[in-house]
């Protein structure tokens, strides 16, 4: 038995040892090969871009301030401040700007902050309309038993809207692998517009109601309409040149390096604006850009 024993430890310490002599592939195992090594994004960086937006603008309600002030402590004012009188656009445009930023990278993470500035060649829209409507007994009217009191109203109004200019400050998060890093971005915007809307009310007003004669024998009611008068309030103009928007901003994209320290990007980005004169718009953005980390 002891003889047993001691063959199979000599055969199983000669088997290890013809074993720890074989390559990696015969032992079960194969060898990962060299892994592409993750590029460094700590830095500071700056580049330029060129690219697309689009931007959906809702003049709808652009003369509602306008009309509110004009019929103010008026029957009329309510009602006129749901009429949507102008239309909601879509515009499109090219554009150009710049970036700078700065990353900071945890292993494979990495984060920073970013100044994105963008030119848009020719952002704008227009809308102009006239719209009139019979309003019946509004609110606070309080005509005699019997009458009923309608305005014969007309409004009128224009309204136009250019993106000049887009300024973010935005900070980003990213993960970084080989040679690639995708990333999420998020922050504050300030936009550079022209606007600019016009607006004029007027209305006539009638009363109508029902009387009862007797012509001989016989009682006949007769409806009766009275014309009570007219008005007109002047033409409202109001302008802004140049005037700072603010609004949020948000998007995702990714960077490529792709020799040295220059890198290529590509990124879709949102805004969306605080209301200006009434009107509230966004933009959608793509983009390409080139830039260098320092």
């Not at 409507?133 to 009217?141: L, Q, T, Y």
């Not at 998060?173 to 600019?196: E, K, M, Q």
């Amino acid at each position: 038995m002891r003889r047993l024993l001691l063959a199979a430890m000599m055969f199983g310490a000669a088997s290890g040892a013809q074993a720890a002599d074989m390559p990696d592939f015969l032992r079960g195992s194969l060898s990962s090969g060299p892994s592409a090594p993750t590029r460094n994004w700590d830095g500071w960086y700056v580049g330029g871009q060129i690219g697309y937006t689009s931007a959906d603008m809702d003049l709808s309600h652009a003369p509602q301030t306008q009309t509110n002030f004009m019929l103010r402590n008026s029957v009329l004012q309510a009602p006129l401040a749901d009429w949507q009188l102008l239309s909601r656009n879509h515009a499109q445009a090219g554009g150009f700007g710049a970036f700078v930023g700065r990353n900071y990278q945890w292993d494979d993470l990495v984060f920073g902050y970013e100044a994105n500035y963008n030119y848009m060649t020719n952002l704008k829209s227009s809308s102009t309309n006239l719209m009139s409507r019979s309003i019946v007994n509004p609110a606070g009217e309080n005509p005699p038993d019997g009458h009923t009191h309608t305005y014969a109203t007309t409004l009128t109004g224009d309204a136009s809207l250019q993106i000049k200019d887009v300024v973010t400050f935005r900070g980003r998060a990213g993960w970084a692998t080989g040679n690639l890093l995708p990333y999420v971005f998020g922050g504050l915007a300030v936009g550079r517009v022209d606007a600019s809307r016009t607006a004029s009310v007027s209305y006539d007003k009638y009363d109508d109601y029902d009387i009862t004669i007797q012509q001989g024998v016989n009682t006949v009611t007769v409806h009766q309409t009275d014309y009570l008068g007219s008005k007109s309030y002047p033409l409202s103009v109001e302008r802004r040149a140049n005037s700072f928007v603010a609004g949020w901003t948000g998007g995702l994209g990714f960077e490529y390096m792709m020799w040295g320290n220059v890198f290529m990007r590509a990124e879709w980005e949102y805004i969306q604006f605080l209301k200006v004169k009434d009107m509230s718009f966004s933009t959608n953005s793509a983009r390409l850009g080139v830039g260098y980390k320092f």
